[in-house]
């Protein structure tokens, strides 16, 4: 499936393709891709019967949506009504099993958006437990293996949705980002990943993390395909009390656009230590790409970027122990008693038994910043430092358009490689942190792939790129400028 | 001995009336079967999200602008953590360091002594759901309390007596029932209040410790509980103890208090700002703005009617005690210009077929209808037995009462309709005319019996002895 | 600023988590690593800086008062691990909030 998504569905609008094919073909490969462990819960029937519904629609004339027909993958932190949603954890499910898992009675308003856009949701996308991880491998039901490298991990936390249109199943796939969960995997998965300003998408539906980071987005297999996705799912959504009402712009257009005029970014922060020299020799020639464009490269500083993590451990932390608590074992999902007619039992048997080791982690680690002594030392001082970090930003884009660098210090690292050691897997968030701390938009390009070695495959490396508030379409220009130089691959066994 | 004063602070939950939760469309009537009244939202569902109601907003800023408070233009809704059942997201959004109103003040009148006790803060929060215990080792929860808007109204510890209390929470009650802002209904829970008491020693200005007492809600069990906790307390230090802070319950039945476990991790509620809800902003000439239409209080209002319309004090009482009361008096007031007469026709006759439910009320007649009644009986064109006559005649119809007045052919008994009945009755009875022309005055009552029985107890009795009067003395 | 076991202990009762008496060791390290590098912001000059506050929305939009079906009861219980008729049940508890 090489084809980009506006094609397609012009494709399916014309009747030169049907929705039904399109979504036999991505059930097919779904199931292929089996050992990725990529999807929870695959709706076969349901999508087909989307599919042969769109194809009766376009017989009859019917005006057809701007998705129509285009099968898709959606991760498990967002609720899709009647179907199971985990956000991989046991916590939400009755059994511990994923086939077990809660049935949301509502949609969340991205997916009622895909829905009325004609695409087909064909599965639900494995991911780390609750969005809490950075590469996929906290999931209760198993690691996401990456495409590329079965012994590697595809990034997280959206790591099901980018294997999932990295091997093809689907060209496009919605993730959700607090601290880098699409840019990463996009990055490592060798896709496209679009983490959008805070409050262009709505959060509605999706199951929270950090409520302050949280957004949806697009991945997809290229520039344009992301645009049309990012363009079904932006705009205000009145159930959603941080959704903005600042117009949508044209992103498709916007790929057309070209990188003339625009001046660009580069920080120092982020080509410092820990950055690999294959990443930075493919980001340094993704760069070049954009000057041959007609875009002017400039140095910036962000010198707050170096507090990123912990400004972001804290306060992330800190908004989960409180989201999380709704995960109790009363109205929804595993309950376990350890002893009958005892109520605090009942929440510390559920709730441990639930949660994986990671969430334990992450839930006690934000109880403790927002507890009694400790509130202003962390909480308040980590919200003063997030401060500093956007005015970094705001300074920078006195001068610049979008600022560019690496999505990840490395390439896809090697599954089990960093899980006893959580800090050094926080580190693998590093450069996606600060955009998200600020609450601007940000995405993450293929920039072509790594030098194979004796030990490593070529793997991709993607470039990332943060604009001010609502840039989007700035940040979609540059892309399209570097994606023309490295144009999207497909990684072997499932090209 | 030493001698203790009790000091007493009220914290009291009142419901917002709106139509819908604080941040779901659900509705927020009282009395649906269980779970009838859930979204995704105050079901605490993963995913689901908050958004602010407006008119609660609105009837908050009316609350506190009539409790002269401090409105602020910018208020923080935060998260207090704490599992319960009945919570259903695991936390309560409530305001915390910025609150929608601080520092205002309540008047109320104790024993004609009137008395301005300080409201420290007004904060909008969510209620609870409901939990229903002992149905076979298992606790029930129905939600459809939970998210219902309220308001906490802190005061100051400037109450010292249980009756200053009582006192606190009716005065509280009538504002908030006459602002439209709350329905009063304590049964309901409508009204809620815990109280902190301490007690420290006379002439001391510094506080003790206090205890706080849970859900006192009614008039009765708050005084009797602050009173029996007093005593308490009391008892307490004169035995050279102390008084321990913690929560305590009142049990009516047994009258006296008792201390509810406190678990050792319970008061770290973790409090921080709601990401999901940006500040709430209100704009200084939207303020000014409600605050001309929350208008004349009852307090104001009553002292007025004493001291400008002449009204007794407990006429003012019952006219102000509704704002549809004090309304329909003023309305009817603004068309016929005599206050007494008014005043007690409303309580004597219209408050008795009213129906005053909270903020409802319906009356049995409108305020045209009545002020063109008792113009009728001011001129004597009607006397009062025919007043009342034409009022049950006109009650929940739209009749005007001159056309009753009309129908039942009452207008000839006033006025000059009466001469032939007077000058009948003076001719039938020449003996009691002479000893009446003799100097025997008091003789005048049996000349209006016989007319007003002529009259069929219709005549204005005291357009019959003016007119007699005046034809005796020809 | 460190994190021993009894911190751990009591961060699990306020958060209700059962953990594990041999894991609480491990967690504490874990704990205190992690706390330990967090605590590198209190170097930053925070003097004078307000908070961070979402710049998109910066106020919150009001929802005009009209009611709007939600789910119905069958629904809303749908999912409950234990029900008993029309409400959730869970064992019974003594109010004390």
């Known amino acids: 499936m090489s084809e980009s998504v506006p094609s397609l569905v012009s494709g399916v609008q014309a009747g030169r393709l049907s929705a039904e094919a399109l979504t036999e073909g991505a059930l097919g490969v779904i199931e292929r891709a089996g050992p990725l462990n990529a999807f929870l819960h695959v709706d076969g029937e349901g999508a087909r019967a989307a599919a042969r519904g769109l194809d009766e629609r376009r017989v009859r004339g019917d005006e057809l949506g701007p998705l129509a027909g285009i099968p898709i993958a959606v991760k498990d932190s967002l609720c899709t009504q009647g179907m199971p949603t985990t956000a991989a954890s046991r916590s939400l499910t009755r059994d511990g099993s994923a086939r077990s898992g809660w049935r949301p009675p509502y949609d969340a308003t991205v997916v009622s958006r895909l829905r009325a856009a004609g695409a087909v949701i064909v599965a639900k996308t494995n991911q780390d437990e609750l969005a809490m991880g950075s590469s996929s491998e906290n999931s209760a039901f198993g690691a996401v293996k990456n495409p590329w490298d079965l012994a590697r991990t595809p990034g997280g936390s959206s790591g099901g949705s980018a294997a999932a249109v990295a091997c093809r199943a689907t060209p496009l796939a919605l993730g959700s980002d607090t601290g880098g969960s699409i840019r990463q995997p996009a990055a490592l998965c060798g896709v496209v990943g679009i983490k959008p300003t805070y409050g262009r998408v709505s959060r509605y539906g999706l199951i929270a993390f950090g409520s302050s980071l949280d957004q949806v987005g697009p991945l997809a297999t290229d520039v344009r395909s992301a645009a049309r996705l990012l363009g079904v799912l932006s705009g205000h959504d009145p159930l959603d009390s941080t959704s903005a009402t600042v117009p949508v712009d044209d992103y498709e257009a916007a790929c057309e656009r070209g990188a003339r005029g625009l001046r660009i970014g580069v920080p120092s922060e982020y080509f410092a230590s820990g950055l690999s020299p294959e990443v930075e020799r493919a980001v340094r020639a993704g760069l070049d790409a954009l000057r041959d464009a007609g875009a002017t490269i400039v140095d910036v500083e962000l010198p707050h970027t170096r507090y990123g993590v912990a400004t972001y451990y804290v306060l992330a932390t800190a908004e989960a122990s409180s989201n999380l608590a709704r995960l109790d074992g009363v109205r929804f999902g595993l309950r376990v008693e350890a002893e009958r007619g005892n109520l605090d039992g009942l929440y510390g048997a559920s709730r441990s038994a639930g949660f994986g080791r990671e969430v334990q982690r992450r839930i006690l680690l934000g109880t403790f910043v927002l507890s009694s002594g400790y509130y202003d030392a962390y909480y308040a001082k980590a919200q003063r430092v997030r401060a500093l970090v956007a005015r970094d930003f705001e300074r920078a884009f006195a001068r610049v358009d979008a600022i560019a660098a690496p999505t990840s210090p490395t390439v896809a690292f090697r599954l089990g490689e960093r899980l006893t050691d959580p800090l050094a897997m926080y580190l693998a968030d590093v450069y996606t942190l600060p955009a998200s701390l600020a609450g601007l938009p940000a995405l993450s390009v293929p920039a072509g792939l790594s030098t194979a070695t004796d030990a490593d495959p070529a793997l991709p490396v993607g470039l990332q790129l943060i604009g001010p508030a609502f840039a989007e379409a700035s940040l979609l220009a540059l892309a399209a400028c570097v994606e023309a130089a490295c144009p999207p691959s497909t990684p072997e066994p499932w090209a | ?474 | 600023m460190s994190i021993e076991q009894h911190d751990v202990r009591h961060l699990a009762r306020l958060a209700k988590l059962a953990l594990d008496e041999p894991d609480i060791p491990a967690l504490a390290t874990e704990l205190a690593r992690i706390v330990e590098y967090v605590a590198e912001l209190a170097a930053v000059d925070t003097t004078g800086v307000e908070p961070w506050l979402p710049g998109a929305v910066p106020a919150a939009p009001l929802r005009p008062d009209t009611p709007a079906r939600g789910l119905s009861a069958e629904l809303a219980l749908d999912q409950a691990p234990r029900r008993r008729e029309r409400a959730f049940a869970v064992p019974a508890f003594v109010d004390d909030e």
Not at chain 2, 50 to 68: T, Y
Not at chain 2, 149 to 172: D, F, G, N, Q
Not at chain 2, 450 to 468: H, I, N, P, T, Y
């Open chain 2, 1 to 474: 001995m030493v001698q203790y004063e009790p000091v007493i602070g009220l914290e009291i939950h009142a419901q917002l009336r709106t139509r819908t939760k604080l941040f779901c469309a659900c509705p927020a009537e009282y009395g649906a079967e269980p779970n009838e009244h859930v979204c995704p939202t105050c079901l605490g569902l993963p995913g689901a999200l908050p958004v602010l109601n407006q008119s609660a907003v609105e009837l908050a800023v009316r609350a506190a602008l009539a409790l002269e408070c401090q409105i602020a233009e910018r208020s923080v809704f935060a998260r207090k953590n704490y599992f319960y059942p009945d919570s259903p997201k695991g936390y309560q959004i409530s305001q915390y360091t910025e609150p929608i109103a601080l520092g205002g003040a309540l008047t109320i009148d104790v024993e004609g002594q009137a008395r301005r006790i300080g409201i420290t803060r007004v904060h909008m929060e969510e209620d609870a759901g409901k939990s229903v215990h002992g149905a076979a080792g298992d606790s029930l929860i129905d939600l459809n309390r939970a998210g219902v808007p309220l308001i906490e109204i802190v005061s100051e510890p400037e109450l010292y007596s249980s009756t200053e209390a009582a006192a606190y929470m009716k005065a509280l009650r009538d504002v908030l029932v006459y602002l439209g802002v709350n329905d009063g209904n304590l049964e309901q829970g409508s009204l809620r209040c815990d109280a902190n008491v301490s007690l420290r020693p006379v002439g001391s200005t510094t506080l003790g410790t206090r205890a706080e007492l849970k859900n006192l809600n009614s008039f009765r069990f708050l005084a009797r509980a602050i009173e029996v906790e007093i005593a308490r307390q009391t008892s307490v230090l004169d035995g050279g103890g102390q008084v321990v802070q913690e929560t305590r319950s009142y049990d009516p039945e047994r009258n006296l208090t008792r201390s509810l476990r406190s678990k050792e991790d319970a008061h770290d509620y973790r409090y921080f700002p709601d990401p999901d809800l940006p500040p709430l902003r209100l704009d200084a000439a939207w303020i000014s703005a409600e605050r001309a239409r929350v208008g004349e209080l009852p307090r104001a209002k009553r002292q007025r009617y004493e001291a400008e319309l002449g009204l007794p004090a407990a006429t003012a009482a019952t006219l102000t005690a509704h704002p549809a009361t004090a309304r329909l008096f003023e309305a009817a007031l603004a068309r016929l210009d005599q206050p007494v007469l008014v005043a007690n026709w409303i309580v004597t006759e219209v408050l008795r077929g009213a129906e005053l439910h909270g903020i409802d009320a319906r009356f049995t007649v409108s305020a045209e209808q009545l002020a063109e009644l008792l113009g009728l009986l001011a001129d004597g064109r009607i006397n009062g037995a025919q007043a009342k006559e034409v009022f049950a005649a006109m009650e929940n119809t739209a009749r005007q009462p001159g056309d009753v007045v009309a129908e039942r052919g009452m207008q000839r008994l006033s006025g000059e309709a009466l001469r032939p009945l007077c000058v009948a009755a003076i001719a039938d009875s020449p003996s009691q005319a002479a000893a009446y022309r003799a100097g025997k005055r008091n003789i005048l009552g049996y000349f209006v019996g016989r007319v007003m029985k002529a009259s069929g107890g219709a005549a204005d009795a005291k357009a019959v002895s003016e007119l007699l009067e005046a034809l005796l003395a020809e």
